[in-house]
């Protein structure tokens, strides 16, 4: 069973249920993050291009150049991203993915858990 993935978008880190940790780019944390903020992981076109404020005729290309690179870098880095187009909709995220921050990560360390 998968585990849960974490988006840092402050940090622009990317962290697989393995551990592995993938640097991420402004626009790539600001994708990630909208789909761990939506209930089904789920971002449409219009919504992933107004969170990157990107509207011109060519933007859904840029999203896809995007998302293609990030999945290209991930393999690289022995991570496979389960981020999959959703034709003419927009993207989904697959697995369990949550958005962190370090006031959550100060809060887990004070606790011990």
């Given at each position: 069973m998968p585990g849960t993935w974490e988006v840092d978008a402050v940090k622009g880190l990317l962290t697989a249920p393995d551990g592995v940790v993938l640097k991420l780019a402004a626009a790539e944390a600001t994708v990630i993050s909208l789909l761990a903020r939506a209930n089904d992981h789920r971002g449409s076109f219009e919504e992933l291009l107004d969170a990157l404020d990107d509207h011109d005729y060519r933007a859904?290309?840029?999203?896809?150049?995007?998302?293609?690179?990030?999945?290209?870098?991930?393999?690289?880095?022995?991570?496979?991203?389960?981020?999959?187009?959703?034709?003419?909709?927009?993207?989904?995220?697959?697995?369990?993915?949550?958005?962190?921050?370090?006031?959550?990560?100060?809060?887990?360390?004070?606790?011990?858990?």
């Open positions: 859904r290309n840029r999203l896809a150049i995007l998302v293609s690179r990030l999945r290209a870098r991930g393999s690289r880095n022995d991570m496979v991203i389960p981020l999959i187009g959703e034709r003419s909709r927009g993207y989904i995220f697959m697995e369990s993915l949550v958005e962190i921050s370090d006031a959550q990560v100060s809060s887990a360390r004070r606790s011990g858990t």
